[in-house]
């Protein structure tokens, strides 16, 4: 089940910062989900929700970027579902740090949690993402003109407004 496909050599090591990357964002969901189930319902409900409907593309870019990466579909598959299993675990330990820690621990460690949360997303996004996007791009401008970017610039916009308007982003 792998593919022969000419990749860049770093392709590799790119989708896995991306799989990682998302796979430890999800912990802090899954906490944010159980704190808010915790707190009201009707809210928490909405989170998951809301958390549900983000975690779709995050599925998306961690087996794209695997399968492209590697050619491998059993690879993309069990990265998809260490960060599907990774979202309920946040929630466990969301339980863990309600039952037993202080209001003022449990605010420092969310603080933290989502602090370095954020910290390996900016990392992997200046670090990982726009170099090799910019050496793939170089490398295959000819394969779309200026025309198509901007139907595809102009679509993304009108769908991100439909989305704002209708009350999930």
Not at 57 to 65: D, E, F, L, Q
Not at 108 to 130: D, K, P, R, S
Not at 142 to 153: F, G, P, Y
Request: net charge negative.
């Amino acid at each position: 089940e792998t593919v022969q496909t000419s990749t860049p050599s770093n392709l590799s090591r790119v989708s896995l910062a991306v799989a990682v990357g998302l796979i430890l964002h999800h912990f802090p969901e899954g906490i944010a989900t159980f704190v808010s189930l915790v707190h009201d319902l009707d809210f928490g409900v909405l989170v998951a929700v809301a958390l549900a409907v983000h975690d779709i593309p995050s599925g998306i870019c961690i087996a794209t970027s695997t399968y492209i990466a590697t050619g491998n579909k059993k690879q993309a598959f069990v990265l998809c579902l260490i960060a599907a299993i990774a979202y309920p675990l946040g929630g466990l330990l969301g339980w863990c740090i309600i039952e037993t820690a202080s209001e003022q621990t449990m605010q420092v460690f969310i603080a933290a949690l989502f602090g370095l949360t954020a910290g390996i997303m900016v990392h992997i996004t200046f670090v990982e993402l726009l170099p090799t996007a910019m050496i793939c791009a170089h490398t295959q401008s000819a394969l779309q003109s200026s025309t198509e970017k901007r139907k595809w610039n102009r679509n993304v916009f009108a769908v991100s407004i439909l989305l704002l308007f209708a009350g999930l982003l």
